[in-house]
């Protein structure tokens, strides 16, 4: 059965009339694909302390809040800047309930925002096999994955865990990258030979 229900830039106009429920409409459309995304990014220690989904609440609520000043501009489509949004939310989660702790247990300084992707990029290529004689061979398989991972540039990474992880569509991505759909696929198509090379080597 086709799916009926507007498309996203139907609940947009639907929006700029006032109609509150095309706004719920529009958010409920795009939980699912914050949710997966926070999921995707969320370090250990910050999963251990909140629920992906209480971040996906609190930026669609900023989200609602920013949404006239959106129409006006339209600086992005609007799922790439729905993420954007979602990205500070986590972001600022994670210094409130890691970094923050970190610096009054440690006095650590500078403190990069980790994310859990190289770990699901990781699974996703290596698979799973719940065959007890292969863990071996599969641990150091993992162990060479993430090495050639962390071998990519941080774009070309970036790129593999948007569309590979995230599911985001190409335009999506060059939206969200600031380049060209035309340089989204080289650089994923670059980035994946030389995941290729490096475990060939």
Known sequence: MADSSP??????????????????QLFARHRDRLRRMVAVRMAPRLSRRIDPSDVV??????ASAQLPAYLRNRPLPFYPWLRQITWHVLVDSYRTHVVAEKRTLHSERDLAFPDHSSVLLVERIVGHDPSPSDELLREELESRVHAAIAQLGPRDREILVMRDLEQMHVGEIAAVLRISESAVKMRRLRAIRRLRKLLDA
Request: avoid cysteine.
């Open 7 to 24: 498309d996203t830039d139907e609940l947009l106009r639907q929006v700029e009339t006032g109609d509150r429920g095309a706004e719920d």
């Open 57 to 62: 609440q609190e930026a669609l609520a900023s």
